[in-house]
């Protein structure tokens, strides 16, 4: 058995697999096209399609920036 490309450890993927087999029975729509209709075969093949990726906590998450929309300042009266 091979580490999956992109994972550190079959652990690892088999997790990532799992929480979003666990999003798709709950209603999530899949990202990718699949020929099943399991929920965790459409999860290995949104992996597959990189689609799906995961965060460790050692690394830091980047999020964009967005521009907030003008907030009106109320005067105290």
Known sequence: MSVEQGFD???RYVMVAARRARQLQNGSQPLVD???RKAC?????EIAAGKVG???MG??????EVAAPD???FAAS
């Open 9 to 11: 450890s079959n652990f």
């Open 41 to 45: 075969r459409v999860a290995q093949d």
């Open 34 to 36: 699949s020929r099943s």
């Open 59 to 64: 690394s830091p998450v980047h999020k964009p």
């Open 71 to 73: 907030i009106p300042k």
């Open 54 to 56: 995961y965060v460790t």
